[in-house]
């Protein structure tokens, strides 16, 4: 017999196990006459022994066979090589036991006598089954590679326990909330769960509520129907509907109005969906991780986040720590994000131990995403071939607290001397964080959005319900 390893022919391999021998060699000849590349079996035991030896996309195996039968060939066949096509042989009889074993994991069945055209046609179309399952393992292993645990860079004690808690969380169905600060990796972690799931093959798909205006939102998300506003000149498939059977990462998820708050609720608690503009919903079956960069019991307490949908969302919750919390981590991730700006340069750069010195002692209010822009900038500006500590202009060196990363001044209290409560301190941070910006950028939103890292959206609302507001009024999308 051939050694398949040193025969190439585009088609494929296929193997056929029928312990009647005309029926094999028949079978195996039109198929070869296809250009398929095929290998025989008389009983289950060599079928097994073919399948551990070689690759083989498909094999055509005999229901009705001694000693070992055609479902018991199957079950054994698809431990040995889960990825395999089954097209069961049969008698007109026995369909009944075919259909069991398509419930068991076989592709398809044929009757035999069967026709030429009607086996070709079965074997084409596990054929090209095969090849679709080899695209989807190659892009599910390349997204593993980019956005599973090692994209998670770092093995501070606070990393390690994420990703211990990642990995736990990550092989089961629950909703997931991530919660840090701007600029931590919270979609990085998101991913990471993804990559690490059952649903790794099946599609991930990010939406940011602050960056989509709230009119548009809900058919972002949910899909619309034909005419349902004016300039929906088609039905259209949302966000949910793409990521059926995968994961849906919804991020700055407290950044949505109480309104839409309700049907994302419905959402998860009945999963189905409802386009705007439509009556019946569909069904869907999706995994949900969301994120935010607030303090989402706080946005609860002032009822400006639904209580119910906060403990949908809050099955298992995922804290990304600020680099602050893990400086150790820095000479790491510098080093990652220098390695990443290398392959795009002519010029590769290496960082100088005072360097990485000097990194460590910058508190990094914009967190990770900070230092990144950082070692981008150094990588692309430097003249040298080593990056030295002037090459990493860093912005004054003050400890980070609140929601935006400004530290909190002393609220001045009235004659009672009262303690402001939490609330109060970080409204008032956000205030004079916010403030100081504005008068520093004359008044550039753009330049204020990127300096606090928060989105131009995120930045307007905050404005707006601190009562803070640029010459001109309202603001323009």
């Not at 089954?86 to 398509?102: C, N, P, W």
């Not at 002692?361 to 003249?383: I, K, M």
Request: a neutral charge.
């Amino acid at each position: 017999m051939t050694d398949p390893s040193t025969t190439t022919l585009p088609r494929g391999r296929i193997l056929v196990v029928d312990d009647q021998r005309n029926m094999r060699a028949t079978t195996a000849l039109l198929l070869r006459s296809e250009g398929y590349f095929v290998l025989e079996a008389a009983t289950g035991e060599e079928a097994l022994q073919i399948l551990s030896g070689g690759r083989v996309e498909l094999m055509l195996t005999d229901l009705k066979m001694e000693p070992m039968d055609g479902l018991t060939l199957l079950k054994k066949a698809l431990e040995v090589s889960p990825r395999l096509q089954v097209i069961m042989m049969t008698a007109f009889g026995s369909i009944e036991s075919a259909v069991e074993a398509m419930r068991q994991g076989a592709f398809d069945y044929v009757t035999k006598p069967f026709k030429e055209g009607e086996l070709r046609y079965r074997v084409e179309r596990a054929q090209e089954r095969a090849r679709l399952q080899a695209t989807v393992d190659m892009l599910a292993g390349e997204f593993n590679e980019r956005h599973g645990l090692s994209a998670l860079v770092g093995r501070s004690p606070a990393m390690l326990e994420l990703t211990s808690r990642l990995m736990r969380v990550a092989q089961s169905d629950a909703t997931v909330l991530v919660q840090g600060e701007s600029g931590t990796g919270k979609e990085l972690v998101a991913r990471a769960v993804h990559a690490h799931s059952r649903r790794k093959a099946l599609p991930f798909v990010p939406v940011n509520c602050a960056a989509i205006s709230e009119s548009l939102l809900e058919s972002e998300l949910f899909g619309h129907a034909k005419g349902a506003f004016t300039g929906a000149v088609r039905a259209r498939r949302g966000l949910v509907e793409e990521a059926d059977g995968g994961t849906l990462f919804i991020d700055e998820v407290t950044e949505t109005t109480p309104a839409f708050q309700s049907k994302l609720l419905r959402t998860l608690q009945d999963g189905e969906v409802r386009r705007v503009g439509e009556s019946t919903a569909v069904k869907v079956d999706v995994r949900i991780v969301a994120a935010t960069n607030r303090d989402i019991e706080l946005e609860v307490q002032e009822k400006r986040f639904r209580q119910d949908l906060y403990y949908r969302l809050n099955v298992v919750t995922l804290r990304v720590p600020p680099l602050r919390e893990r400086l150790e981590d820095v000479p790491a991730l510098a080093e990652h994000f220098l390695k990443r700006a290398n392959a795009r340069s002519p010029n590769p750069k290496r960082l100088s131990a005072t360097a990485v010195e000097h990194l460590m002692g910058h508190s990094f209010p914009g967190n990770v995403r900070e230092l990144e822009n950082l070692v981008e900038q150094a990588a692309a500006l430097s003249e040298g071939e080593e990056l030295l500590p002037e090459d990493f202009p860093l912005r004054p060196n003050a400890r980070v607290g609140g929601a935006l990363g400004a530290p909190p001044a002393p609220l001045t209290t009235d004659a009672s001397s009262r303690v402001p409560t939490l609330a109060e301190a970080v409204e008032e941070a956000e205030r004079r964080a916010i403030a100081q910006a504005l008068e520093r950028y004359a008044m550039d939103l753009g330049r204020v959005a990127e300096e606090l890292a928060v989105s131009s959206t995120t930045l307007w609302r905050k404005m707006k319900r601190l009562n803070l507001r640029p010459p001109g009024g309202e603001h323009r999308e």
